[in-house]
């Protein structure tokens, strides 16, 4: 009878995460705490953990973010990326998607790609590289960028207190795991993808769009490399700007390396430090205050950002999505000590499955982790194998209608980036599955020789 009631749990708590995902926005979070209601008020289970930390940590580095793009931060970074990329345009396959995995380091959302993909995709054309092979790589890249993203609310996630924070688990293994793990990763599916498909000049679609007139074969990439220029005060403002948002960024990654910097206060008789995810909370938000002096934005325009926007989205959804999979999770966890728990121990492996099933279905990192990493620990993996995991959690490329993908096919004047005759057989899967299999096992190799 009870393995019953825990199957009706989990159909019920998949199908309103499905249908979260397909309203969207912050659907997925109005959704999830109709879960919380039917586990709680109808199953009788208690409640889980709330995911504070990092709803906090998203609204203090989504700020920050936002506050940059206002003060024309991010825009005058793009225009540095789009120099660098103009000046190495034979290269695009390897430089482009290492492009867009910085940009979202160092941000913390992928969203940041949207200004890069357009550039990316016409410095390939110009010079008869065939887009696919940049665009499904850069795309992926952005994603892969969050687990190594000292900025991101699923870094955030993953160091918090009630997750692998209170493991041992700091910021800098994060970052030293899976920064290298990622980059690797990323080389590796660029020197395959540069390798797929046929050129651009003997692909089919490309031919009959430069038959109907919709593309010029002879524009070069001197001829299309037209920008608006900007004022030199509006170019110095966005350059300060920049410095004060990398300033926040250095004082995370110092703070999250070095733990002894942060201050320590008596609670009850006892020495504590400051965690990292209060550090996080109010280093960016202080920061935020700084680029908004030093760059001359107005407040109104960070929140009418798209960058604020999409942060408030994840804040709501994995308010109620992680609410939902803690309810569900620890309500049963002896059900899933008893029936899994051995499998789990002995073949790792099986959970970054579920890992990436779940991120399939959820569209969210942070979430992902929210709901699935407190039964990773309960299960008894190693808190160093659930960081080499962590890519695992990238899986949503796998439909392509995340709004990255979708945008990368627009961009892509060509029509090579493309969504197949069946849905899944996409552009997107091969650099997918080869930076999510190659990043996890780097991550495996060093948690291996270095702890």
């Known amino acids: 009878m009870a393995t ?62 936002a506050s940059l793009q206002a003060a024309g931060g991010l825009d005058y970074l793009v225009g540095l990326a789009a120099k660098f990329l103009r000046k190495h345009p034979d290269h695009i396959t390897y430089y482009g998607p290492l492009t867009t995995w910085l940009f979202c380091i160092v941000a913390g959302t992928a969203h940041t790609s949207y200004s890069l993909l357009p550039i990316i995709s016409e410095i390939a054309t110009k010079s008869k590289i065939r887009p696919e092979r940049p665009m499904t790589v850069a795309t992926i890249a952005a994603s892969l960028g969050i687990t190594g993203s000292p900025m991101s609310a699923a870094t955030a996630a993953v160091i918090s207190t009630d997750l692998l924070g209170g493991k041992g688990i700091e910021l800098k293994d994060i970052l030293l795991v899976c920064i290298p793990a990622s980059l690797i990763a990323i080389l590796v599916s660029s020197f395959v993808q540069n390798r797929v498909g046929k050129e651009l000049v003997d692909d089919p679609e490309y031919q009959r769009r430069v038959k109907e007139g919709l593309i010029d074969p002879n524009e070069t990439l001197e001829s299309a490399n037209t920008q608006t220029p900007t004022s030199n005060t509006q170019h110095k403002y966005a350059k300060r700007a920049v410095w004060a948002f990398l300033l926040g960024v250095f004082l995370v990654v110092l703070f999250g390396s070095i733990p002894s910097l942060r201050p320590s206060y008596m609670v009850d008789g006892e020495m504590q430090r400051l965690s990292m995810p ?14 908004l002096i030093v760059g001359k934005a107005k407040v109104g325009d960070a929140v009418k950002g798209n960058i604020f926007g999409a942060g408030m989205n994840a804040m709501v959804s994995i308010f109620g999505i992680a609410w939902m999979g803690d309810t569900f999770f620890n309500g049963n966890i002896e059900f899933f000590k008893n029936g899994i728990a051995d499998i789990v121990t002995q073949y790792p492996f099986l959970f970054a499955i579920a890992l990436f099933f779940m991120s399939i279905m959820l569209f969210s ?3 992902t982790v929210r709901t699935l990493y407190p039964l990773g620990m309960a299960l008894g993996i190693s808190p160093l194998a ?46 997918g599955f080869i930076t999510t299999f190659v990043s996890i096992g780097i991550g495996y190799l060093i948690i291996t020789f270095l702890y």
């Open 4 to 65: 019953t009631l825990i199957i009706i749990q989990l159909f019920i708590v998949l199908a309103l995460i499905f249908i979260g995902a397909r309203v969207g926005g912050i659907g997925l979070g109005i959704y999830g705490m109709v879960g919380v209601f039917i586990l709680v008020f109808i199953f009788g289970l208690k409640p889980g953990n709330i995911p504070l930390d990092v709803m906090l940590i998203i609204v203090s580095v989504i700020t920050a973010t």
């Open 365 to 367: 990192q942070a979430a």
């Open 386 to 431: 659930l960081v080499a995991m962590f890519p695992a959690v990238n899986g949503y490329f796998f439909i392509p209608n995340y709004p990255t993908e979708v945008a990368a096919i627009n961009f892509d004047r060509t029509g090579t980036t493309r969504i197949g005759k069946y849905v899944i057989n996409h552009s997107f899967q091969l650099s």
């Open 278 to 291: 209060h550090t996080i909370e109010i280093l960016m938000m202080s920061i935020a205050a700084l680029i």
